[in-house]
């Protein structure tokens, strides 16, 4: 499959769209203390990136120069998107009192509500112009509630087992056309569960994936005091299931790749030896989801999501064995993109030297060989 070599999209409100020749290999985001890179989103327009490090929204410009910072968050920020429409960065946002809210609440030294609650975070990009910027005290973000990901979090499924579906949140988000629509339809926001791992169950073996329409968004978007979650927030317009087999918390990032016509799912391994486990799925966007029995679920019926072909290699499921994504992928729409390499820098001497986080960002390309599909742009 060829590849051009130009942007093919040009974001709503920006500028004409850049030559990839021009855009750079390598982007470095910083090294950051609020835990390690989640996601990332990419503003082609204004030539901006923008990186989630837990409970830090970090802001650069293309060559790696910060622009600001968002801090004040004491729930887990996870995979980020950047909404052209709006000019705004949206995002899974958790407050939960488990195993990753025990390590947020060690890390920040604040204590979080008594409530579990999960919301897509909203942020004013424009706003964020300087390092130091409070999430709350500069009203820089507001927060969306998601009721559909309490219930399954705090319900039992079918088997009696705590965690509906094993949800454990949320984690991937990303804007693209609904699954069976024309591709030039509207873009919605796209929410995929977190999913605990555990190899005893067998109703984790499928990914969540709720459809918004984000432009409702406006009447429910409040900002949020930590301390005390609002409740104001839609039901989901549908809810999707893909089968996977078992990952690792679910999906980590999500993202529509206007190219492929297709969403590219970022996961950590998934470790029951009878699945194949890859680091990444390929959903097939453009066929409709049939509703049938959802595998491991005692007999649920769902919409189901299918597989891309390019997932098979001889009729033998493949996956895509392209190892980064997890904690940040961009699609440009036209066989590039950019995939977050995290890692960990130290910074300082001695007693005081501390391990940080990084992100390095680097541009790659589809090639369509399997079992990658994918590789580093070098020339």
Same mark, same amino acid.
Request: proline letters at 6%.
């Given at each position: 499959?060829?590849?051009?070599? %130009? ?19 390598? *982007? ?23 990186? +989630? ?8 410009? *293309? ?16 995979? *980020? +998107? ?46 964020? #112009?300087?390092?130091?910027? #409070? ?12 009721? #559909? ?11 009696? %087992? ?22 030039? +339809? ?7 569960? =977190?999913?605990? =791992? ?14 918004? #329409? ?17 409740? +104001? ?48 799925? *390929? ?15 005692? =007999? ?25 994504? &997890?904690?940040?992928?961009? &699609? ?48």
């Amino acid at each position: 499959m060829a590849t051009e070599n %130009r942007c093919a999209c040009s974001p709503a409100g920006g500028a004409d769209p850049f030559e990839m020749k021009d855009f750079p290999r390598v *982007i470095e985001g910083g090294a950051w203390d609020g835990g390690h890179v989640q996601g990332i989103a990419l503003d082609t327009a204004h030539r901006y990136v923008y990186y +989630s490090f837990t409970t830090v929204l970090v802001k650069t410009d *293309i060559s790696g120069r910060l622009i600001g910072t968002v801090s004040g968050l004491t729930g887990h920020l996870g995979c *980020i +998107s950047f909404n052209d429409e709006d000019g705004k960065v949206y995002g899974s946002i958790e407050y939960k009192h488990d195993a990753i809210g025990q390590g947020i609440m060690a890390r920040t030294g604040k204590k979080l509500a008594d409530e579990d609650a999960f919301y897509i975070a909203i942020f004013d990009a424009d706003r964020i #112009d300087r390092p130091g910027l #409070d999430a709350e005290r500069d009203g820089i973000m507001k927060a969306v509630y998601l009721p #559909d990901v309490c219930d399954d979090f705090s319900s039992e499924g079918l088997d009696g %087992r705590p965690h509906r579906y094993a949800c454990s949140g949320i984690d991937g988000t990303g804007f693209g056309p609904d699954f069976g629509a024309p591709q030039d +339809s509207p873009r919605m926001l796209h929410v995929a569960y =977190g999913i605990y =791992g555990d190899n005893g169950r067998t109703d984790n073996d499928c990914q969540v994936i709720l459809r918004f #329409d984000q432009r409702k968004f406006a009447e429910y978007a409040k900002p949020l005091t930590q301390a005390e979650p609002h409740h +104001s927030g839609p039901r989901c317009d549908r809810k999707y299931f893909f089968h996977t087999g078992n990952t690792n918390w679910g999906v980590q990032n999500l993202e529509y790749d206007a190219f492929l016509d297709a969403w590219l799912v970022a996961v950590y391994r998934g470790k029951k030896p009878q699945f194949k486990n890859p680091p990444m799925f *390929i959903i097939g966007r453009a066929s409709a989801p049939a509703e049938r029995e959802i595998p491991g679920l005692c =007999g649920e019926r769902g919409l189901m999501l299918p597989m891309s072909d390019l997932c098979y290699d001889g009729g033998e499921f493949t996956g895509c064995e392209f190892p980064e994504g &997890s904690t940040g992928m961009y &699609s440009f729409g036209n066989g590039y993109y950019c995939f977050s390499y995290p890692g960990r820098k130290t910074v300082g001497e001695g007693g005081e030297a501390k391990r940080l986080f990084t992100s390095t960002v680097k541009l790659c390309r589809f090639t369509g060989k399997k079992p990658l599909l994918f590789e580093e742009v070098s020339d």
